[in-house]
């Protein structure tokens, strides 16, 4: 099919290894994708999530927090949901902080539209926190400039190289709490596509998963171009922890993570309304 043909479809995600890792086969032509040509927008995922409430990209990844304020306009993806079992963002500080001391102090944050946010919100409830640029957080944190800092990204691994610790596991506290796994980002395709656009996506998507994790070294080659900091070891771990089974598809258990996560969120009153929550069907589009 010559190129002039084909439906350009803009697909955004973070400049970021697991995102990088996970859409690599997309990136690369390594599956075939009919009718359709994917163009990648790399965006920062507060961005994203406040071009989600707009509608702006017709697939996207978003924070799960986001999706609360964009669910109208987009569904999730069954494919390609990050999700931590028993870690998961973390605050750290120049010491040991307990969760008392951690509501007096002022908490760097890398969004309020992020998951990690709500997160945060739902173990502490109210507690006073900044905005910053998130690979501007362990500096700050670092220098004294806040008491603590609220850390998504590969900054979860390499916050030790700043003489920080981790004072909260959000991750641990949620498995302790829920005993589910915490779900981070997700992947939206926007309503207006139509059904058969929408399931055609949710295929192309899970196969460009597929293709990394069946051909680890080579997506993990592409993905260190992404990997800010970190060698080629602890980008295959900071991979490991956010693309798994679970991002292959939710299951049950994600799913029931995803419902559970939104529901606490507004009984905290973090979210001003109950999300009603729509998955795209997973059933095959070949035939119709």
Known sequence: MNRESRTLIEVGHSPDADDAFMFYAL?????????????????????????????RLPVTALSLH??????????????GASMGRRYGPILVSRKPLSPDALRRETIAIPGTLTTAFLALRVCLGECRTAVLPFDQILGAVAEGRYGAGLLIHEGQLTYPNHGLVNSLDLGAWWYDRTGLPLPLGVNAVRRDLGPHRMREIAEYVRASIEYALEHRQEALGYAMTFARGMDLAEADAFVGMY??????????????????????????????HRVEIDFVDEGSVRGE
């Open 66 to 79: 986001a999706y609360a304020y964009a669910a109208e306009k987009y569904a999730l993806l069954p494919h």
């Open 27 to 55: 990136t690369a032509g390594k599956v075939e994708t009919g009718d359709l040509e994917f163009r990648h927008v790399l965006r920062d995922i507060e961005t994203l999530n406040r071009w989600a409430m707009e509608g």
């Open 243 to 272: 693309v798994n089974e679970l991002t292959l598809g939710y299951g049950p258990e994600g799913r029931r993570a995803v419902e559970t996560l939104l529901a606490l969120g507004f009984q905290s009153g973090v979210l001003p």
